[in-house]
Structures are given as C-alpha cells and as structure tokens.
C-alpha cells in the first residue's frame, strides 16, 4: 500500500506527541509557528532551485521537504488536510482562471 499525505498527516500527529529529544516534529512545533512557518519558507526556495535546475532527484526531494513542512505548519495551526482538500475541491467547478479571478483583493 503507498504512503499518502494522509498518512504523512498522520505521523506528524504522533510524532507531535513524542518528546523534543526523540521527534524532530515535536521540535519544530516547540519553536513555534513561526519557526515552523520560516522552515516551510526555506523548503519552498530549495524546491524551486532544484525546479529550475531541472535535478529530477533533487526536486523530488525538497518537494517531499516541502509537503512534510507544510503539514507541520498546518499541524501547528491546527488544520487539517481535509480542510484543504475542500477548498480545492470546491475550486474545481469552474476553470482556473475564473477562479482566480473571483478572489478578493487584498
């Protein structure tokens, strides 16, 4: 059976439970949101450089990096994956561009 993000979601909430010496999660969470939120910030970087350098291994990587820091952020903010995945369901019935386009501005 493969490893989903769902199980991801999964083992940061263990691991979230784990004391700081024995879970690197538990450490990042104990740093705070912030923490947790530049982590994410530094991953999302390093993916788009091994995008643009167009190192299939790298980039597989750091995008594994990335989603595994964007569940700890989320973790810490408390949301959930199914939160997420319901904004994106509900952006599919209509195009991309529509839906961008229907966004508030800031």
């Given at each position: 059976m493969p490893f989903t993000?769902?199980?991801?979601e999964q083992r940061v909430?263990?691991?979230?439970?784990?004391?700081?010496?024995?879970?690197?999660?538990?450490?990042?969470?104990d740093?705070?949101?912030?923490h947790c939120a530049k982590k994410l910030g530094e991953e999302a970087?390093?993916?788009?450089?091994?995008?643009v350098s167009e190192d299939r291994e790298r980039l597989i990587a750091e995008a594994a990096d990335l989603i595994y820091h964007l569940v700890v952020v989320l973790h810490a903010r408390g949301i959930a994956l199914a939160d997420v995945e319901a904004v994106l369901a509900e952006r599919t019935v209509q195009s991309g561009l529509d839906e961008k386009a229907s966004r508030k501005r800031v």
């Open positions: 993000v769902q199980d991801l909430k263990a691991r979230a439970e784990a004391s700081a010496e024995l879970s690197y999660t538990r450490k990042l969470l740093r705070g949101v912030g970087i390093e993916t788009v450089m091994a995008a």
